[in-house]
């Protein structure tokens, strides 16, 4: 059975940085893709960050020069590197991997961390 295990998350003030990290466990195949989604309260949930096998990623709009999503295939491990953090950015970020479709940005992945807060204080 696939198991999502997230850490790294917490408080911190606006402008300042945390990284975000994501283990498998579960499953040696080769998955397609990982990836972050995120969701504030009252807000619908939205793809932060993917990356895939090939290494190519895809980034929001919403972060994109402040976000890095990263990947070691061999520790079956996923981060998301924060910078710049600001008020907008907090929620309960999720991370997702996906081994028969591609969907870790859009769409439905078909397995999910238990998520992890991110809080940012202005």
Not at 7 to 20: E, K, P
Not at 64 to 78: C, D, E, M, P, Y
Request: charged residues 15%; glycine residues 12%.
């Amino acid at each position: 059975q696939v198991q999502l295990t997230e850490s790294g998350g917490g408080s911190v003030q606006a402008g300042g940085s945390m990284t975000l990290s994501c283990v498998v466990h579960g499953n040696p195949v080769s998955r397609n893709c990982m990836g972050w989604f995120r969701q504030a309260p009252g807000k619908e949930r939205e793809g932060v960050a993917a990356i895939y096998t090939s290494g190519r990623t895809d980034i929001a709009s919403s972060v994109k020069g402040r976000f890095t999503i990263s990947q070691v295939l061999a520790n079956n491990t996923v981060y998301l590197q924060m910078n710049s953090l600001k008020p907008e950015d907090s929620g309960e970020y999720y991370c997702v991997a996906d081994w028969v479709s591609y969907d870790c940005y859009e769409g439905s992945p078909s397995n999910w961390g238990q998520g992890t807060q991110v809080t940012v204080s202005a």
